[in-house]
């Protein structure tokens, strides 16, 4: 099963980003690749929607946007 996710959503990835701030990250940019921002330090990530579909664990909420 494919987990629902869309702009501006938060998700938890499986593993924690090496700042060791967080594990949660906010989507800004979706198309082929998606741009995920990192919610403790604020660094930009940009993934192809392979790799961003294999590292997610769940989404943690959704954007009002949807």
Do not use: N, W
């Amino acid at each position: 099963m494919r987990p629902e996710y869309g702009m501006g959503d938060i998700v938890q990835m499986k593993k924690q980003h090496p700042c060791k701030k967080s594990e949660v990250f906010q989507i800004t940019r979706m198309g082929a690749d998606i741009k995920i921002k990192c919610q403790g330090c604020g660094a930009v990530i940009m993934l192809t929607r392979q790799d961003f579909e294999k590292k997610l664990k769940k989404v943690v909420s959704r954007s009002e946007e949807h």
